[in-house]
């Protein structure tokens, strides 16, 4: 019965996007040798979701990879293993925070960001950070690798139902109800983190907008996610 779930024309779909969602993070500098995950829960509220599969490097993960688990961890479909950090994390964000799509990385100027003492993103500063005015959690208590169910939920919770978190000393979490739109948040995500890092490397004092008109700006970008789906769809053409 998993087996049938799993090459139906709807799973087959999530898996070909989820696999174009590695493959372009790959391609934009955003994964990390063949560590770090991407996940997707099945639409049927069965509690079963699709993830990377462990020891392949994203830009070489094409449909047939991604593997399907429950949310214990037993993986119900696909010829790969799985990482014990990936379920802890995934399956608890997916069940706790209720979201549909989680991306987990260690971007480089997103990580960079958790180092510092404000921990996060400063949503008042560029127009690609003011997409995120409000929807920010921050995750500042490391507590380690995430080998155990406990530290997942941990996580999950210290997210307080944000779809974005920046884990202390780690790295972020972007979450969605669809994965072109949670990939569309992920890359702007580390390109507002750039723009931030650089202008702070400068030395010269910050310039931020009055948080009222940066939720403004953020409600309208989110008004509106054709952007994103056509962001996606190039992505689809040209990898």
Request: contains cysteine.
């Amino acid at each position: 019965m998993h087996q049938e779930d799993f090459d139906s024309a709807g799973v087959h779909r999530l898996r070909a996007d989820l696999a174009l969602a590695l493959r372009a993070a790959s391609h934009h500098g955003l994964s990390e040798g063949v560590c770090n995950h991407f996940s997707v829960a099945l639409p049927d509220g069965s509690g079963r979701f699709l993830l990377n599969p462990r020891g392949l490097l994203w830009r070489e993960v094409g449909t047939d990879d991604i593997v399907m688990v429950d949310g214990s961890g037993e993986r119900l479909a696909g010829r790969h293993p799985v990482e014990p950090t990936a379920m802890f994390i995934h399956a608890a964000v997916h069940n706790i925070c209720q979201q549909a799509c989680v991306l987990h990385v260690h971007m480089p100027y997103a990580t960079a960001l958790t180092l510092t003492q404000d921990r996060a993103l400063d949503p008042t500063l560029s127009q690609n950070a003011m997409r995120f005015a409000g929807r920010i959690a921050i995750d500042a208590n490391y507590n380690g690798l995430a080998l155990d169910s406990s530290e997942g939920e941990r996580i999950a919770r210290a997210m307080g139902g944000k779809d974005v978190a920046f884990l202390g000393n780690h790295g972020v979490i972007v979450c969605g109800s669809r994965i072109d739109y949670a990939y569309d948040d992920l890359y702007y995500l580390e390109r507002a983190s750039m723009v931030q890092v650089l202008a702070q490397s400068t030395g010269r004092p910050l310039n931020p907008v009055d948080p009222a008109l940066a939720q403004r700006v953020g409600e309208q970008t989110m008004g509106e996610r054709l952007q994103s789906e056509l962001f996606f769809a190039a992505l689809r053409r040209t990898l």
